[in-house]
């Protein structure tokens, strides 16, 4: 099914493990990825051993040295190959991600563009990490603040952008002089294994050193270890908001740094002023693409009561129509669940949504038979609930979307919208320009993300990437996302024979 792309790829039996760039290590427990699509083993794969990681981290800390001194234009050109190469091969790594995690193939091309994406933004950042200067009250003084790499950077990412979240984090953190480890989830690591050696292949090319992308395999305790290592300047952590609150906790006991992008819990708001056809397509997008495990998928639509039943009407039918199967093949629109695992949640979430009193439209069930044989297909479902039911508040990674009526002005939408402990992203479907700036307004929207007029998936990289409260504050990819991967230093420069003090302050002797 995927030996051709393991094999232009460059995955052997030689490099199932964690690696250095050229070295690689298989000294550690053995995980096995497994597809999604139709259940069988892709490969076994060797985690990181204690003795793995220390050379590793070594490797890493090393390449630092040398690494930070290359100016950043020539870090970029660096990135620059990388997202050439992804050009050349985004067919076959967005049909290995496809095949690994599950998404449809679509989806499994749009997560490389998204690599390919970060690599440009990265590469044009290159020749732009500036800083201010600064007036000095001081006659004859000069100053400035600059930036300087910060050192080792942990990426810890989830199985549901096996690639992308890497290179956002990598593409950037590179460019700002950092030498990188990822942790990817246990579930991706052939995506992982993939990526690493693409960009290792580049840097021994360009005759740089071991260790300035270093991959380590592992679940939980692998995650543990570089949480509480103070060698790593800063941990870039996505997934759920229980492992985020862990490595927070971890890294503030040693003041390290860290950049989270944790649970969502994302909702459209639809007025009496929205374009309905707009609606479904960017409702049903939301919530059955990546079969509801992204983690801005949309997760709740708060509706106008007096348009609520053609809502329901229209999306019932659109839900009808989804063909659920594999992902590879472009008919289908949904594809399968990560694992079994993510199957009973989902089936645990439905009934707790019959038990709290909402009611399924759309009734859930596991797919059997023909095409089905993993056991990870699910029917997206949609149920009518109120905000404030447990399950609702909680995020479940699944294609499950709720159904909240709202009466009265946006005002009230808006409150239910924020009435949940995550913040990522958010979207009202509106024509009428008062209640799109209301959402848009300090009394509007209070997570990272806000839309008008799309849904709540599919952000560009131009943008910084994430959100607050239980999402975790951190702001990967875009903007000035940057400014986390490195560390701030002021300068100011006496350039006369005298010594004034700041604030006036008399000193003679
Ligand atoms: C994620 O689910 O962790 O905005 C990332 C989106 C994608 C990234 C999602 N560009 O849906």
Request: proline share 3%.
């Amino acid at each position: 099914m995927i030996e051709k792309e393991l094999k232009i790829l460059g995955i052997t039996s030689q490099n199932l493990g964690s690696s250095t760039g050229q070295k690689w290590f298989s000294g550690g427990e053995v995980f096995e990825s497994l597809s999604p699509v139709d259940g069988k083993l892709i490969a076994k794969v060797s985690g990181s051993s204690q003795k793995d990681y220390e050379t590793i981290i070594g490797d890493a800390q090393n390449a630092f040295k040398a690494w930070r001194l290359i100016p950043a234009p020539k870090r970029g050109d660096i990135i620059r190959q990388l997202g050439d190469k992804l050009r050349e091969l985004k067919p076959t790594l967005g049909k290995l991600v496809s095949y690994e995690m599950g998404k449809s193939y679509q989806e499994g091309m749009g997560e490389v563009q998204e690599m390919i994406d970060i690599c440009d933004f990265a590469l044009g950042l290159s020749r732009q990490l500036y800083g201010n200067t600064i007036h000095s009250e001081r006659p004859g003084h000069r100053m400035y603040d600059q930036y300087h790499p910060l050192g080792v950077v942990g990426i810890i990412t989830a199985f549901n952008f096996p690639v992308a979240v890497w290179a956002w984090n990598t593409a950037i953190a590179l460019v700002c002089g950092n030498t990188v480890i990822w942790k990817p989830s246990e579930k991706t690591p052939l995506c992982a294994i993939a990526c690493q050696k693409l960009l290792s292949e580049i840097l021994h090319d360009n005759g740089l050193p071991e260790g300035i992308s270093n991959l380590v395999i592992g679940d939980k305790e692998v995650g543990e270890w570089l949480a509480a290592d103070n060698r790593i300047a800063l941990i870039s952590a996505t997934g759920s908001t229980r492992m985020g609150k862990e490595v927070a906790v971890t890294v503030a006991q040693r003041l390290g740094k860290t950049l989270l992008e944790l649970g969502g819990n994302n909702a459209i708001i639809v007025t009496p002023d929205a374009d309905l056809n707009m609606t479904i397509i960017g409702a049903v997008f939301g919530a059955v693409g990546t079969a509801g495990q992204r983690c801005t998928s949309t997760r709740r639509l708060i509706i106008h009561e007096s348009i609520y039943d053609k809502v329901k009407k229209q999306l019932t039918k659109a839900y009808g129509q989804l063909k659920i199967g594999d992902p590879l093949d472009t008919k289908n629109h949904v594809g399968p669940l990560i694992d079994k695992a993510a199957v009973k949640s989902y089936l645990n979430a439905l009934d707790k949504i019959k038990t709290q009193g909402g009611k399924l439209l759309i009734k859930g069930k596991v797919l059997e038979g023909k095409g089905y044989e993993s056991g990870c297909y699910v029917q997206p479902v949609i149920a009518e609930v109120e905000n404030h039911y447990e399950i609702v508040q909680h995020e479940t990674f699944a294609p499950i979307l709720y159904l909240i009526k709202y009466q009265g002005d946006i005002g009230n939408a808006i409150a239910l919208q924020n009435g949940v402990s995550q913040g990522l992203s958010s979207a009202v479907m509106t024509n009428n320009l008062r209640e799109a700036e209301l959402f848009l307004s300090a009394a509007g929207s209070d997570c990272g993300i806000a839309n008008v007029n799309i849904g709540t998936s599919g952000a560009e990289i131009g943008g910084a990437f994430g959100g607050e409260k239980d999402t975790g504050g951190g702001r990967e990819s875009g903007s000035d996302a940057w400014k986390a991967y490195m560390r701030r230093q002021t300068n100011t420069i006496n350039y006369t024979t005298d010594l004034p003090l700041a604030q006036g302050i008399k000193f003679d002797l």
